[in-house]
């Protein structure tokens, strides 16, 4: 299987990040908006911007399989987001997307492709969490059929601040009563909300 074989939607093409998206790419990272609810902070510089390239993209193109996607419109083939699936055990799904794209189902089509391309794959499921101050990005996660399981407490980091996630499952292989813990295990606050 291909690492990061290129998906077409009907207004999106997935494709690898490359060398020459550094500047597309710090337009997605710089914005302090985009970034609130991210696992990092803005990038200040193309220099920084680079260096996230390498450690994100650059140097996940040489595993055998990745998902680690440019979302660009089909007009002009320009990254304005990303989305990925990670590899490691708990599979998680992320996406970010530039501001002025919000609103548009943008992430929701990309991630649906995705998902069918993973599936494809063999993945037995896939995990996402979402801070629960951020609830539109659960509505992402419940359009590409992820369903709601628990809520977790973390010290988050870098920006060490306390946050409560929000874990979403989709389970890909039939085993519909698979939930993933580890969240939950290593989490000492833990619960479920009712009405999610």
């Not at 590409?144 to 628990?150: F, I, L, R, T």
């Amino acid at each position: 299987r291909m690492n990061t074989p290129t998906l077409e939607t009907d207004r999106l093409i997935l494709r690898r990040f490359s060398e020459e998206d550094i500047n597309a790419l710090f337009l997605i990272l710089k914005n302090e908006e985009v970034n609130t609810f991210l696992p990092w902070y803005p990038v200040k510089s193309i220099d920084e911007t680079r260096k996230f390239y390498k450690e994100r993209y650059a140097d996940k193109y040489q595993q055998p399989q990745a998902y680690a996607y440019a979302i660009c419109l089909k007009s002009d083939n320009f990254p304005i987001g990303y989305i990925k699936v990670d590899m490691e055990e708990h599979h998680d799904f992320g996406y970010g997307l530039r501001k002025e794209f919000w609103h548009q189902g943008i992430v929701s089509e990309a991630g649906k492709a995705v998902v069918a391309q993973v599936k494809r794959d063999g993945l037995p499921y896939i995990t996402a969490t979402h801070d629960r101050n951020n609830p539109r990005s659960g509505n992402v996660m419940r359009n590409v059929g992820m369903k709601y399981q628990y809520s977790f407490e973390e010290q988050w980091q870098p920006k060490n601040i306390v946050v409560i996630f929000r874990m979403y499952q989709l389970n890909l292989d039939g085993q519909e009563d698979r939930i993933y813990k580890k969240y939950w295990d290593t989490s000492a606050v833990h619960f479920v909300e009712p009405n999610l």
